[in-house]
């Protein structure tokens, strides 16, 4: 069975300690995504990448980090820096090529992160 | 930039009404039009999409064409099930260039009633 995975689907930590939100495909996508959703604000793109070994910050990068090493994995790290961590994490991924034009956007199940 | 508007909720209908969501974008170019859904409890699922000015996107019963004139891409159903309540989202992508993303409206709730 293809499709996402996320991992754990629910998450509580202290505040103060970082904390890293798993994301795997198998569906051999090029491009990665992680959002943030909050209720009434829709979702907000945190960092993206094309390519391996290659990303970019989206609209609100501060206090995140991520990594892609494999092609099937982005994990993504909520750092103490983020000032208010505590919501509902979506990854994404598409087949889309580094040259451009996009394909859709398939979707894990999300993680849900409490700060206590 | 782009943006995605969306119409305030939440909706509330009883089953079997007809549905209508607004969506309205703004966008430079000839971006690609989506509905996702969103299950109480889930990650987001495609639920159709159009890609030119004129297209007709359709999957469940749900349907919305793509209106460059207008710049809608608002989504319809004539009968409406219990099963349908969920959250819908509007986005765009500018199908443009290496850094090609999706842009969201904030989305709005439908609960449908027995």
């Known amino acids: 069975d293809g499709g996402i995975t996320q991992s754990p689907k629910y998450l509580f930590r202290k505040e103060g300690q970082n904390v890293t939100l798993s994301c795997e495909q198998n569906?051999?996508?090029?491009?990665m995504y992680w959002y943030r959703q909050d209720p009434g604000q829709g979702l907000r793109l945190i960092y993206y990448?094309?390519?391996?070994?290659?990303?970019q910050k989206g609209d609100i990068a501060e206090g995140y980090s991520v990594s892609r090493e494999k092609k099937e994995s982005f994990p993504l790290t909520v750092t103490s820096a983020q000032k208010n961590p505590t919501a509902f994490y979506l990854c994404?991924?598409?087949?889309?090529?580094?040259?451009?034009?996009?394909?859709?956007?398939?979707f894990g199940p999300g993680t849900r992160l409490t700060v206590l | 930039g782009n943006s995605v508007t969306q119409m305030e909720g939440p909706v509330t209908l009883s089953e079997e009404a007809f549905l209508t969501i607004n969506c309205t974008y703004t966008?430079?170019?000839?971006?690609?039009l989506f509905w996702y859904v969103q299950y109480p409890g889930e990650g987001l699922q495609l639920l159709l999409k159009?890609?030119?000015?004129?297209d007709k996107g359709s999957n469940k019963g749900f349907e919305a064409t793509y209106r460059k004139e207008t710049t809608s891409f608002h989504l319809e159903k004539g009968s409406v099930q219990v099963s349908d309540s969920a959250v819908y989202f509007c986005?765009?992508?500018?199908?443009?260039?290496?850094?090609?993303?999706?842009?969201f409206g904030k989305g709005i709730t439908l609960s449908v009633r027995p």
């Open positions: 966008a430079t170019g000839y971006p690609s």
């Open positions: 569906l051999n996508h090029d491009a």
């Open positions: 986005a765009l992508s500018d199908k443009g260039g290496a850094n090609s993303k999706l842009t």
């Open positions: 990448s094309q390519i391996v070994n290659d990303f």
């Open positions: 994404a991924s598409s087949a889309q090529a580094l040259a451009g034009g996009t394909d859709t956007q398939y």
């Open positions: 159009a890609t030119k000015a004129d």
